[in-house]
């Protein structure tokens, strides 16, 4: 089974292409093509298929390190837009894939960035999912003995954002899976913890769901500046740093979708035996 490795941001993924391959990952196949000892190492694996949907070029699959199949991942799907051109999948500027919680649009920039047209944000809580009454901005959460502010945004997967008066000595590690398996995100939820520098620059880290903490994560920076601006935080154009590099989203307001721009890389093409895919112990190349 070949597969190219790259990387948004050293957000890292395995992607197949599963429009010329016949390909079904199992948990177990997931888990072990993700290790970092024994197999090739990625927070996630994303499959292209062909779509299912008149409307879309491919259908866009992810798998988080753990075997969970999770419906969104914004530097993942700028990965993918840089994959399919690349493989010769499609010569489009602007790509329409379909994936578990809608679609996504994904354009090719003239500096090769990818911008990721990453839908409108849910803040319902019902939507998110996050088991509250009301909607607002901000919500108090208990987390042992500590009350927490947070914002509880849907960006096609659930996002808990906390403001931190420093990202470096935020408690990521400790904090972050606490809140992630939170019984009032009957889901789990991607944590961000967020310090404002100025209304047009914020800096971010993340824990990811099934993942732990990794060095970008798209669709929780578009959550974050979601929640800032509602927090009347942060202009509607931002630049956020992550521990892996920049992006640059855009959000409108309430009923706009959010936009985020940043690069893509190829690491290296590599084969992964089907065996292995199919459960076997052997290893990849």
């Given at each position: 089974m070949r597969f190219t490795?790259?990387?948004?941001?050293?957000?890292?993924?395995?992607?197949?292409?599963?429009v010329r391959q016949r390909i079904e990952l199992r948990p177990e196949a997931v888990r072990a093509i993700a290790d970092r000892h024994f197999g090739v190492g990625c927070d996630q694996i994303l499959l292209v298929e062909a779509a299912t949907s008149p409307n879309a070029d491919f259908r866009y699959r992810i798998f988080n390190a753990d075997g969970t199949e999770v419906a969104q991942c914004g530097n993942g799907a700028r990965c993918f837009a840089v994959f399919v051109r690349r493989a010769g999948l499609t010569n489009k500027e602007v790509i329409t894939v379909e994936t578990q919680s809608g679609h996504l649009?994904?354009?090719h920039q003239s500096n090769g960035e990818i911008t990721v047209n990453m839908g409108i944000p849910q803040l319902a809580p019902a939507d998110v999912p996050f088991r509250n009454?009301?909607?607002?901005p901000e919500y108090l959460l208990?987390?042992?003995?500590?009350?927490?502010?947070?914002?509880?945004?849907g960006m096609g997967n659930p996002h808990a954002v906390l403001r931190v008066s420093s990202v470096t000595d935020a408690p990521v590690a400790t904090l972050g899976p606490?809140?992630?398996?939170h019984p009032d995100f009957p889901r789990h939820c991607n944590v961000g913890f967020m310090e404002?520098?100025?209304?047009?620059?914020?800096?971010l880290r993340v824990w990811e769901r099934g993942v732990g903490e990794t060095?970008?994560?798209g669709s929780n920076a578009c959550a974050a500046i979601v929640a800032g601006i509602r927090w009347d935080e942060l202009d509607h154009a931002v630049a956020v740093t992550l521990p892996g590099g920049s992006l640059y989203i855009e959000w409108a307001g309430p009923g706009q979708p959010v936009m985020m721009t940043g690069p893509a890389q190829v690491v290296f093409d590599g084969v992964w035996p089907i065996s292995a895919v199919l459960g076997n112990s052997e290893g990849g190349s």
């Amino acid at each position: 089974m070949r597969f190219t490795k790259m990387q948004g941001l050293g957000n890292d993924f395995v992607i197949f292409d599963g429009v010329r391959q016949r390909i079904e990952l199992r948990p177990e196949a997931v888990r072990a093509i993700a290790d970092r000892h024994f197999g090739v190492g990625c927070d996630q694996i994303l499959l292209v298929e062909a779509a299912t949907s008149p409307n879309a070029d491919f259908r866009y699959r992810i798998f988080n390190a753990d075997g969970t199949e999770v419906a969104q991942c914004g530097n993942g799907a700028r990965c993918f837009a840089v994959f399919v051109r690349r493989a010769g999948l499609t010569n489009k500027e602007v790509i329409t894939v379909e994936t578990q919680s809608g679609h996504l649009m994904l354009h090719h920039q003239s500096n090769g960035e990818i911008t990721v047209n990453m839908g409108i944000p849910q803040l319902a809580p019902a939507d998110v999912p996050f088991r509250n009454n009301e909607e607002a901005p901000e919500y108090l959460l208990s987390v042992g003995d500590d009350t927490l502010r947070i914002a509880a945004v849907g960006m096609g997967n659930p996002h808990a954002v906390l403001r931190v008066s420093s990202v470096t000595d935020a408690p990521v590690a400790t904090l972050g899976p606490r809140i992630e398996t939170h019984p009032d995100f009957p889901r789990h939820c991607n944590v961000g913890f967020m310090e404002v520098c100025d209304r047009s620059h914020v800096q971010l880290r993340v824990w990811e769901r099934g993942v732990g903490e990794t060095l970008a994560c798209g669709s929780n920076a578009c959550a974050a500046i979601v929640a800032g601006i509602r927090w009347d935080e942060l202009d509607h154009a931002v630049a956020v740093t992550l521990p892996g590099g920049s992006l640059y989203i855009e959000w409108a307001g309430p009923g706009q979708p959010v936009m985020m721009t940043g690069p893509a890389q190829v690491v290296f093409d590599g084969v992964w035996p089907i065996s292995a895919v199919l459960g076997n112990s052997e290893g990849g190349s």
